[in-house]
Each structure stands twice: as C-alpha cells, then as structure tokens.
C-alpha cells in the first residue's frame, strides 16, 4: 500500500536526500518548505526517476501558526500521513553583536529555526498520524550532544521533544525517534561556511575518527530505517551518524 510522506526541509540537502531515499518504495509525497524553487527541482528529480510518483508541494514559514495550520490543512486534505520526517532547520543565530539584546535574538532565532520549525507542524499533524503504524522522525544534530551554543541548545531541545511524544504516542503504535549527523559537508548547512573558509572542512574531520565526512545519502539511510514497517518497536531513540564523533552510551 502507498504511504503518504511528508518532508520539511524536502527542498534541498538532506530532505531531499531523503526523498530520493525512500522514493524506493513509490510513496506519495509532501514536500514543505519555505522557498517554492527548491522544492519544484527536487520534485522534477524525483518524477524524473519515477513518473508516477505523487508529490504535493507546499510552502510555509513553519515558525509562523498560522502558516503551519494552513500547510497541515493542504496536506491533511489527501488523508492521514504515515510517515513525518522533521528535517527543516538550521544554524540561524550567527549574527554580530555582544549585548544581551543580541545574544537573546541569536538564542531566539536557533530556538525558532530548529524547535518551533518541528513541534508547530508535528502537532498540527499528529491527529493525523496513522495509527498504529505511523513514523515521526526528526532531525537532531552531534551539536546536541557535543555542545554548541545556542543551535546545539535547540537541537538538544528537539531530543527532550522526542522522548517525550515517544512516551505519549507509544501506545497508539506511533514511534517517534531522530537521527543526529556529524559533519556532513555537503549541504546548504556547510557549504557556504566552507566556501567562505576552506579549513573549516580540515578542522572537522580531524575530530571525526573515520577519518572522513558523512554523506547525505548516510544520513537518509537511517531515515529510512527508522521510517520502515520494520522499526516499529524502536521509538524515543536519538540515532547518531557522525563516523564516532560522539559515541553512543547506553
């Protein structure tokens, strides 16, 4: 049976690495996000490799309610949702300033950009999550466990978020788990940082004991995982994909 997906972030990176990943099993697909270009060429990519895939494209500033209300009525219009991939955010408190009216709009803005971007639509949606069977999956980040400011503070906030609604929708059959990447350069995340300054690439895969980055493709493929039939009894786990960044402790 065809499962609907829906993908913030679904426009470039990792959400479209994503949508290629489990364009596998012919879902129908939403694809949300805030600029409409992106999200067009990445669903031109995917019918371009399956012309019969369904893909709905919807665009919205997921901190705003009002916009997320409206994007969850455009996509609830077609019925439940099966599987929720979270993966809109981003580092958005880079700025000047040293005051403290600085320092809270640079903890706002991460806050904003990573927390209320996967909690406003999750819960717009989660009366719409099929049940039992449905799959929630956010994205976290190794900032969450290494430290990293204000964007590591929204993304650990992303991880209490997702160990509380595992707890909550356990018993409905719904999982709720995230993925945390390490460096992986090869997103709009990294690459004008790089761009702008090429060791910044050398100086993080020193830190990583593989000896090398991450893919976006690595990163879908525990997407993928988590959002399969077959991972139904792991919910409120933070899978990391970092190359031994940050190890895992149980």
């Given at each position: 049976?065809?499962?609907?997906?829906?993908?913030?972030?679904?426009?470039?990176?990792?959400?479209?690495?994503?949508?290629?990943?489990?364009?596998?099993?012919?879902?129908?697909?939403?694809?949300?996000?805030?600029?409409?270009?992106?999200?067009?060429?990445?669903a031109a990519e995917?019918?371009?490799?399956?012309?019969?895939?369904?893909?709905?494209?919807?665009?919205?500033?997921?901190?705003?309610?009002?916009?997320?209300?409206?994007?969850?009525?455009?996509?609830?219009?077609?019925?439940?949702?099966?599987?929720?991939?979270?993966?809109?955010?981003?580092?958005?408190?880079?700025?000047?300033?040293?005051?403290?009216?600085?320092?809270?709009?640079?903890?706002?803005a991460d806050f904003?950009?990573?927390?209320?971007?996967?909690?406003?639509?999750?819960?717009?949606?989660?009366?719409?999550?099929?049940?039992?069977?449905?799959?929630?999956?956010?994205?976290?980040?190794?900032?969450?466990?290494?430290?990293?400011?204000?964007?590591?503070?929204?993304?650990?906030?992303?991880?209490?978020?997702?160990?509380?609604?595992?707890?909550?929708?356990?018993?409905?059959?719904?999982?709720?788990?995230?993925?945390?990447?390490?460096?992986?350069?090869d997103t709009e995340?990294?690459?004008?940082?790089?761009?702008?300054?090429?060791?910044?690439?050398?100086?993080?895969?020193?830190?990583?004991?593989?000896?090398?980055?991450?893919?976006?493709?690595?990163?879908?493929?525990?997407?993928?995982?988590?959002?399969?039939?077959?991972?139904?009894?792991?919910?409120?786990?933070?899978?990391?994909?970092?190359?031994?960044?940050?190890?895992?402790?149980?």
């Amino acid at each position: 049976m065809t499962r609907r997906i829906v993908i913030t972030g679904g426009g470039t990176g990792l959400g479209r690495a994503v949508a290629h990943r489990l364009l596998a099993e012919s879902p129908s697909f939403a694809l949300v996000g805030r600029r409409l270009g992106v999200l067009e060429e990445t669903a031109a990519e995917l019918r371009a490799a399956d012309p019969q895939v369904e893909v709905t494209l919807h665009t919205a500033d997921l901190t705003d309610p009002a916009a997320v209300g409206n994007a969850a009525a455009e996509i609830t219009e077609a019925g439940s949702v099966d599987v929720l991939v979270l993966n809109a955010g981003g580092n958005f408190g880079v700025g000047g300033g040293t005051g403290l009216a600085a320092v809270a709009e640079s903890w706002r803005a991460d806050f904003d950009g990573n927390v209320l971007t996967t909690v406003l639509l999750a819960h717009a949606l989660k009366p719409h999550l099929s049940s039992p069977g449905g799959r929630v999956i956010a994205m976290s980040s190794v900032a969450a466990i290494r430290g990293s400011g204000a964007y590591g503070a929204a993304k650990a906030a992303v991880n209490a978020w997702v160990w509380s609604e595992a707890t909550a929708l356990a018993t409905s059959g719904i999982t709720v788990n995230a993925v945390a990447p390490g460096f992986v350069p090869d997103t709009e995340f990294w690459r004008d940082r790089i761009a702008a300054d090429p060791q910044v690439a050398d100086s993080r895969v020193k830190q990583i004991p593989m000896g090398r980055p991450g893919t976006p493709e690595e990163v879908a493929e525990a997407v993928a995982y988590l959002a399969s039939p077959q991972a139904g009894w792991t919910t409120g786990q933070i899978l990391q994909v970092n190359g031994g960044t940050a190890l895992g402790r149980g």
